[in-house]
């Protein structure tokens, strides 16, 4: 299982990014995909889930209304689209797939929003 994240960087507050994740290595279009990320000092958090085929999304903290997860089976791939940022959105962002007992994850992209 191999995934690559990317399209992180700086941005200003109040900006957007668009995030991108590259799976490879097992059955992408049956398994949900998750995005993380980890601000310094703080745990994990759960950004966003989406199902198989894309139908289903759920944004469980407090990104909703400004985060929008994506993917495209056909290409391996799952976006985190997110708009209107604010500085605690500073964060090393991370794709994640759950697989049978194992959980998987990128090396992670980082987000840095500042004036």
């Known amino acids: 299982v191999q995934l690559v994240e990317s399209g992180g960087g700086w941005v200003q507050p109040g900006g957007s990014l668009r995030l991108s994740c590259a799976a490879s290595g097992f059955a992408f279009s049956r398994y949900n995909m998750n995005w993380y990320r980890q601000a310094p000092g703080k745990e994990r958090e759960l950004l966003a889930t989406?199902?198989?085929?894309?139908?289903?999304?759920t944004y469980p903290g407090s990104v909703k209304g400004r985060f929008t997860i994506s993917r495209d089976n056909a290409k391996n791939t799952v976006c985190l689209q997110m708009n209107s940022l604010k500085p605690e959105d500073t964060a090393v962002y991370y794709c994640?797939?759950?697989?049978?007992?194992?959980?998987?994850w990128g090396q992670g992209t980082q987000v840095t929003v500042s004036s």
């Open positions: 994640n797939v759950h697989r049978f007992t194992e959980d998987y």
């Open positions: 989406i199902s198989t085929t894309g139908t289903s999304t």
